[in-house]
């Protein structure tokens, strides 16, 4: 791995520019941040409306972002360093306060404040993939993570900050066990790289890289080095077979190769159902059920990662 100092940002000290939502975890651990950004040139912004971490990183165009946030503080400095063409020169880290912390555990982050302090000081990085989907309703948006449809997204949308608040990581467990009693199985035409096939989804996850939802492994054997995106269907209906998947992903074991589960890679993936069909969601922020186009953009952006790290999964 290489370190910050090897990686072309310009200057003698590392210019950094720290973004932080403080509706994320309470604004604990932030003076650890604030003391071990201290050898930079560092600048402080709080984010006070939707919109405030895009645009802060769009302007960004040399050195440190960190991200003191959540996934979906993460997303929008993601869709803000987008449409500015992924500079070269700007490098992500994220620290993490939210409540799921879903892109920091494939990165190998700790939640533990002296350890992420001690890995964003050291600064090694890997240049990771992003994904970019574009639909008639949204546009185009880009994610680093994971995008949900079906039962994924509608557990986005129920687990509101009421109960993140109330219940915390198990706030993912709790929407999703009220969604699957009602959810049905949707017709999905899936394509490809071009080819195409039918499938009867209950949930669909697309991405760069493993978990979402609190935890949730969506994508087991995703590589967020490969030039490729992951997809893995959930094909079965109904609570009963739903609940049989839940232990053995919440759990972080691969259950791919169980009955009515469809996984592949691809560069390029469209997915289109009829309108009411499956809502999307990419690292949680609602994109809607409109078709929609999802491609890779190989080794877009410099990404802190912990020791933990590694590109490809085990097993």
Not at 87 to 104: F, K, R, Y
Not at 196 to 221: Q, S
Request: proline share 4%.
């Amino acid at each position: 791995m290489q370190t910050m100092g090897d990686s072309g940002v310009e200057g003698s000290k590392i210019r950094a520019r720290v973004i932080h939502n403080p509706a994320s975890g309470g604004g604990r651990n932030l003076e650890a941040v604030q003391e071990e950004l201290s050898g930079f040139d560092a600048e402080w912004l709080d984010t006070k409306d939707t919109g405030d971490a895009r645009e802060a990183a769009r302007e960004w165009r040399n050195g440190l972002i960190v991200v003191a946030g959540g996934d979906g503080t993460i997303n929008e400095v993601v869709n803000g360093l987008g449409q500015a063409g992924f500079p070269e020169s700007v490098m992500l880290a994220v620290w993490p306060i939210g409540t799921g912390n879903d892109l920091a555990a494939t990165l190998g982050i700790s939640d533990d404040p002296d350890e992420t302090r001690e890995t964003i000081r050291e600064g090694k990085f890997r240049t990771l993939d992003v994904a970019r989907v574009r639909s008639k309703g949204v546009g185009e948006r880009f994610f680093i993570n994971v995008a949900t449809g079906g039962i994924g997204a509608e557990i986005s949308e129920a687990n509101d900050e009421e109960m993140k608040g109330r219940w915390g990581k198990l706030s993912y467990l709790r929407a999703y066990l009220e969604v699957a009693r009602d959810f049905e199985v949707r017709e999905v035409k899936l394509t490809l790289d071009g080819e195409e096939r039918m499938v009867r989804a209950v949930n669909i996850a697309i991405g760069n890289c493993r978990y979402t939802g609190g935890g949730w492994l969506a994508l087991p054997k995703a590589n967020p080095e490969d030039g490729l995106l992951d997809v893995v269907v959930i094909e079965k209906g109904g609570i009963g077979e739903i609940l049989t998947l839940a232990p053995s992903a919440f759990m972080q074991s691969d259950y791919l190769d169980k009955d009515g589960v469809f996984s592949a890679r691809a560069s390029e993936i469209k997915v289109e159902t009829s309108p009411g069909g499956l809502d999307f969601t990419a690292d949680g922020e609602l994109i809607g059920d409109e078709p929609a186009e999802f491609t890779v953009i190989p080794h877009a952006l410099k990404v802190v990662v912990g020791e933990d790290y590694t590109p490809e999964p085990a097993g």
